[in-house]
């Protein structure tokens, strides 16, 4: 399996569908298929890896 993950500049200063104008944000690759997230998809994403993360013993 191939992962990528890392900042992404695609929504700075895009309208976004909420009428936002976009910010930085985060992409996360996984075997070639990309998914760039908005800011609060991407800060749920942090958060739930995160906590799994934690889970297992990974972070402290």
């Given amino acids: 399996m191939e992962i990528e993950f890392g900042r992404s500049s695609f929504y700075s200063g895009a309208k976004l569908e909420s009428g936002r104008t976009g910010t930085d944000s985060i992409y996360i690759s996984v075997n070639g298929e990309t998914v760039i997230m908005d800011r609060d998809m991407a800060k749920k994403f942090v958060e739930a890896a995160y906590s799994v993360g ?3 013993g ?3």
């Fill in 54 to 56: 934690r889970y297992h």
């Fill in 58 to 60: 990974l972070v402290d």
